[in-house]
């Protein structure tokens, strides 16, 4: 009997030990739970972080050559707080930066996708934007085309040839044609336009044809779908000890 009594106080002992090893556990795992609820994002830090994208603003739309402003502002528990690096994704484009421009995406729907690197967690925002493409647009406009010819058989002269151009922009592509003039013997030169707008900015080349052979020569400016064009060009070329120097402006608008 006192062999059997003994037992069942060990038993009872032991059933208590357990049952507060027990109410420990769950204690713990409320703790932890709490602490999982504070992480708001994917980096899982402390602080109750969020990132957001302040522009675009979701489901804004944009014209294809238009520059796409970029920017994501952080928070911690509210208050404003330092974002170590940022990477933008739209489409197959990618670029890092907290502010900046995205620029030569083709028309379509797009995600606008962030992820933000924040005291050492990845945090990401992303919001919808819709890309279209506008009507092709004609432009004419006049070249004013100056020359400085250096040739080991003719000496250097200068000249100019001055004329009347025209090109479609399509997108963010234009393409075009003209012809000049040129002041010292009246000889006509065909030339062509090739270029890209973007942002505000243009660039491609001009292509001059003289006596068999073409002479592209690159020019930047400005312009957009709608506006004005205005480039200037300033470029040597040189072959077997002779140059040509192609230099001057040309100017467009739609019409």
């Known amino acids: 009997?006192?062999?059997?009594?003994?037992?069942?106080?060990?038993?009872?002992?032991?059933?208590?030990?357990?049952?507060?090893?027990?109410?420990?556990?769950?204690?713990?795992?409320?703790?932890?739970?709490?602490?999982?609820?504070?992480?708001?994002?994917s980096g899982g830090g402390g602080g109750n972080v969020e990132v957001h994208i302040t522009s675009p603003n979701d489901g804004d739309q944009f014209n294809v050559g238009d520059s796409i402003p970029?920017?994501?502002?952080?928070?911690?528990?509210?208050?404003?707080?330092?974002?170590?690096?940022?990477?933008?994704?739209?489409?197959?484009?990618?670029?890092?930066?907290?502010?900046?421009?995205a620029t030569g995406i083709d028309a379509g729907d797009y995600k606008v996708k962030v992820d933000v690197e924040v005291g050492g967690d990845t945090y990401h925002d992303q919001i919808s934007i819709t890309i279209v493409d506008l009507p092709p647009m004609t432009y004419e406009g006049q070249a004013n085309i100056d020359l400085h010819l250096s040739s080991t058989q003719y000496g250097e002269y200068d000249d100019s040839c001055d004329g009347g151009l025209s090109f479609i922009l399509d997108g963010s592509s234009f393409s075009g044609t003209g012809t000049c003039t040129e002041d010292m013997f009246g000889e006509q030169f065909p030339f062509s336009l090739e270029g890209t707008a973007q942002g505000g900015n243009i660039e491609g080349n001009l292509i001059l044809t003289a006596d068999g052979t073409d002479y592209e020569t690159p020019f930047t400016g400005t312009g957009s779908y709608g506006e004005a064009f205005s480039a200037n060009f300033d470029y040597t070329h040189r072959e077997n000890g002779d140059s040509l120097r192609v230099y001057g402006t040309w100017t467009a608008r739609p019409q």
Do not use: H, P, R
């Open 1 to 41: 009997e006192e062999k059997y009594k003994a037992l069942v106080e060990e038993q009872q002992f032991m059933s208590g030990k357990n049952s507060k090893k027990n109410e420990e556990f769950v204690a713990l795992q409320a703790q932890i739970e709490a602490l999982t609820a504070q992480v708001t994002n």
């Open 70 to 101: 970029l920017s994501v502002e952080a928070t911690e528990d509210g208050d404003s707080t330092s974002i170590k690096s940022a990477t933008w994704t739209i489409g197959s484009w990618s670029k890092k930066g907290e502010d900046i421009e």
